[in-house]
């Protein structure tokens, strides 16, 4: 893991600046922190090494605060790059590729955080209030067609109130088709499709009546990876990586209703 090996290297480069194996130059050494190489090396180990190792610990543990201490350890590992830039004005091949190093691990972090977080607006298959929130918020600017094409919002009828319900979806496109997924499976508006026949309105900047008809099990598995590929904020529901063989999403698609996007005359 690449936060291990900068961890790695900024504890071999402590021990070389403590030990004086990793010699400054009195122009450089003059410019450090009170002059002192050993509080450079007790600094790169408390900004740089320990953050990473903390990090590459909780990674390999699975422990629920890995993203972020991904993010903090980063974070820190890039701001010692523009410290060190400059504060002491010394420039190696090694600074941009710990600061790209510093970025990737950052980026990773953020990530992680974000599907922690997605799994968590929909605990236990529904939406809880931030969820409901945010979903209200795309929809309406996804209704307007101020979003990409792909992210629109569906108007069903509701199958006890009468009501029409309105939520955001991500549109999958294949082979000249066009798909919705349920990514949490058997969700209300799954249920209020089918009640209606198939019959809703799809929206984005303009409106247009369709009708949903469910996917055929042998191009179900093809819609779900296509889903997944278009469709970021689902990826921490779904138990299949985006980048497995096609044969791997069989597996997981019995649970996942998807429906392929017809005019309203198609039967």
Same mark, same amino acid.
């Given at each position: 893991?690449?936060?291990?090996?900068?961890?790695?290297?900024?504890?071999?480069?402590? %021990?070389?600046?403590?030990?004086?194996?990793?010699?400054?130059?009195? !122009?450089?050494?003059?410019?450090?922190?009170?002059?002192?190489?050993?509080?450079?090396?007790?600094?790169? %180990?408390?900004?740089?090494?320990?953050?990473?190792?903390?990090?590459?610990?909780?990674?390999?543990?699975?422990?629920? *605060?890995?993203?972020?201490?991904?993010?903090?350890?980063?974070?820190?590992?890039?701001?010692?790059?523009? %410290?060190?830039?400059? %504060?002491?004005?010394?420039?190696?091949?090694?600074?941009?590729?710990?600061?790209?190093?510093?970025? +990737?691990?950052?980026?990773?972090?953020?990530?992680?955080?974000?599907? !922690? @977080?997605?799994?968590?607006?929909?605990?236990?298959?529904?939406?809880?209030?931030?969820?409901?929130?945010?979903?209200?918020?795309?929809?309406?600017?996804?209704?307007?067609?101020?979003?990409?094409?792909?992210?629109?919002? @569906?108007?069903?009828?509701?199958?006890?109130?009468?009501?029409?319900?309105?939520?955001? +979806?991500?549109?999958?496109?294949?082979?000249?088709? *066009?798909?919705?997924?349920?990514?949490?499976?058997?969700?209300?508006?799954? !249920?209020?499709?089918?009640?209606?026949?198939?019959?809703?309105? @799809?929206?984005?900047? !303009?409106?247009?009546?369709?009708?949903?008809?469910?996917?055929?099990?042998?191009?179900?598995?093809?819609?779900?990876? *296509?889903?997944?590929?278009?469709?970021?904020?689902? *990826?921490?529901?779904?138990?299949?990586?985006?980048?497995?063989?096609?044969?791997?999403?069989?597996?997981?698609?019995?649970?996942?209703?998807?429906?392929?996007?017809?005019?309203?005359?198609?039967?």
């Amino acid at each position: 893991m690449l936060a291990g090996l900068v961890a790695v290297q900024a504890c071999a480069g402590a %021990v070389g600046i403590a030990t004086g194996a990793v010699d400054f130059g009195p !122009r450089v050494t003059a410019m450090l922190p009170f002059g002192s190489s050993l509080l450079a090396a007790v600094a790169l %180990v408390i900004v740089v090494a320990g953050p990473m190792t903390v990090a590459t610990w909780c990674a390999i543990t699975g422990h629920p *605060r890995t993203g972020p201490a991904m993010a903090v350890a980063g974070t820190l590992l890039i701001g010692w790059i523009v %410290v060190q830039v400059a %504060v002491i004005q010394a420039f190696s091949w090694l600074q941009p590729a710990m600061g790209a190093a510093g970025v +990737v691990v950052l980026v990773f972090g953020m990530a992680h955080s974000l599907r !922690r @977080l997605d799994r968590w607006m929909y605990r236990g298959g529904r939406p809880n209030r931030l969820a409901r929130f945010l979903n209200r918020s795309f929809a309406t600017v996804a209704t307007a067609g101020l979003l990409p094409h792909r992210m629109a919002t @569906l108007a069903v009828t509701g199958r006890r109130t009468g009501r029409t319900i309105t939520f955001p +979806v991500v549109v999958a496109d294949l082979a000249g088709e *066009r798909y919705l997924v349920s990514m949490l499976g058997e969700g209300n508006w799954v !249920r209020n499709v089918r009640a209606a026949d198939g019959h809703a309105v @799809l929206r984005h900047g !303009r409106h247009g009546a369709i009708r949903l008809t469910e996917v055929e099990p042998g191009d179900r598995a093809a819609v779900l990876r *296509r889903y997944l590929a278009v469709a970021p904020g689902a *990826r921490a529901h779904v138990p299949v990586d985006r980048h497995a063989p096609l044969a791997e999403f069989d597996r997981p698609v019995g649970d996942i209703p998807m429906f392929r996007i017809g005019p309203m005359d198609t039967p």
